[in-house]
């Protein structure tokens, strides 16, 4: 049965869809992509509402304006909502609520704390910093006078770093709802117009039916291994595969699974903000891990290690300020553990393999030449002969060689053994035998 709409022309539809963002996390590349493309889904697909639940501690500056500029720009009504209890909008996270139509918090969330830092922790050049709070600032105070919100206290946000909680917020006219839970959130938002590229928009939520989207499988793996130490431990099976390939050609296992690791780490770094500087040295540490190993000098070790550990705690963070990235660094326990762990892989395992490789070969035939045995039957020229306890076929090059002489090997034509009348002690056939008393 169908329901006609109403004489005043009302848009509510039972079949009206509301999409679901979750943004949890660091706000990098990964999270940009999965905002625009489904904010631009929710467009093209008419969706009534896109609602974005966030909850972030920062994140990079350039992700950051991606997602801005994609709230801004679009013609669907779009809710940034900071939840559940305990959820922020931290830095980059308070730029991307204030770029939404309708900015809600629930009870026990914060916003703020947006003034720019540089990764890694140290202060930057003064000069550089001054520039980058300037500008973060007038962004801040741009897309609030946009969205018609307090422009003043995003711009202390970004200066003085202040926080405000979902109340404070509220009453500063910061966001626009208090929202206890989603039901209660679109509660609020029925009949409510929202600000979008295309002018306002009457929202109808009384009926609306969720459809949640997540990131895609793809996004979800990258995600994971961006985590930071993740990443560094990828990072070195690549280097440590790939070496022990190169140090051991054949077994392709951890040649395949180093080259993997190695792809992986690539694009986690890709994600993260990486120090080139870092990687170098890592790399340089491995380079006189392995001049250590074919030189035994043993200060190159020394130094190695030292290249390894430096590199490790370097390894993240760039020399410019950005916007604030929760504390990126590898873990200094893993960073001891697995400088032990690589001093151990090219001191013991990789040296063994290569003092393997150098010895003699040990077992065949070309380890017989040279040796002395007896002959077990007549050689005229071919017969037999035992050498090391085994018994040979073998052909004489000096002539008659009678049962019981020494023989000495000089060659060998596939399995036949070629020998000589050894000098070595006297024959048998030659001894003199005792005179009986």
């Known amino acids: 049965m169908l329901v006609p709409q109403s004489a005043h022309g009302d848009e509510r539809h039972p079949s009206a869809v509301a999409r679901l963002l979750s943004v949890r996390g660091a706000i990098d590349p990964v999270t940009a992509r999965y905002?625009?493309?489904?904010?631009?889904?929710?467009?093209a697909d008419g969706a009534e509402l896109v609602i974005i639940e966030l909850d972030t501690p920062g994140g990079l500056d350039s992700s950051m304006r991606a997602i801005v500029q994609a709230l801004l720009a679009t013609r669907?009504?779009?809710v940034v909502y900071v939840a559940p209890a305990g959820a922020r909008a931290a830095s980059a996270g308070m730029f991307v609520t204030l770029a939404a139509g309708v900015a809600a918090m629930a009870p026990g969330t914060e916003i703020g704390a947006a003034h720019p830092v540089r990764l890694g922790g140290d202060r930057a050049d003064s000069a550089m910093e001054a520039k980058v709070v300037h500008d973060a600032a007038a962004f801040a105070r741009t897309i609030a006078e946009t969205r018609h919100r307090n422009a003043v206290w995003p711009e202390r946000a970004v200066r003085e770093s202040v926080s405000l909680t979902s109340t404070e917020a509220l009453r500063e006219g910061v966001i626009d709802l208090g929202a206890e839970d989603l039901s209660d959130l679109l509660r609020k938002l029925d009949g409510r117009s929202v600000a979008t590229a295309a002018g306002d928009r009457i929202v109808h939520t009384a009926d609306i039916r969720l459809d949640e989207r997540s990131m895609l499988v793809s996004e979800r793996i990258v995600r994971v291994v961006s985590d930071p130490n993740i990443a560094y431990l990828l990072f070195l099976i690549g280097l440590l595969g790939i070496t022990a390939e190169l140090y051991h050609p054949g077994t392709f296992v951890p040649g395949t699974v180093g080259t993997i690791a190695l792809v992986l780490a690539l694009v986690a770094f890709g994600n993260l903000p990486i120090s080139w500087a870092g990687v170098l040295l890592i790399l340089l540490a491995v380079g006189l891990f392995i001049g250590e190993l074919h030189t035994g000098v043993g200060a190159l070790a020394v130094v190695a290690l030292a290249a390894f550990i430096?590199?490790?705690?370097?390894l993240y963070g760039p020399l410019e300020p950005t916007a604030s990235w929760p504390d990126v660094r590898v873990s200094p326990w893993i960073v001891a553990l697995m400088s032990a762990a690589v001093a151990s892989f090219f001191l013991l395992v990789v040296r063994a393999t290569l003092r393997a490789r150098r010895l003699?070969?040990?077992?065949?035939?070309?380890?017989?030449?040279g040796q002395v045995g007896v002959a077990t039957s007549e050689l005229a020229p071919g017969g037999t002969v035992r050498v090391d306890s085994e018994l040979w076929s073998a052909e004489s090059e000096s002539g008659t060689i009678h049962a019981g002489e020494r023989v000495e090997v000089t060659g060998a034509a596939g399995v036949m053994l070629r020998v000589r009348r050894s000098e070595e002690g006297e024959s048998p056939w030659n001894r003199t035998s005792p005179t009986s008393a």
């Open 35 to 43: 905002v625009e493309r489904e904010v631009g889904r929710a467009e």
């Open 76 to 78: 669907a009504p779009l």
């Open 310 to 314: 430096v590199g490790s705690l370097l």
């Open 360 to 369: 003699a070969v040990r077992t065949g035939i070309p380890v017989l030449v």
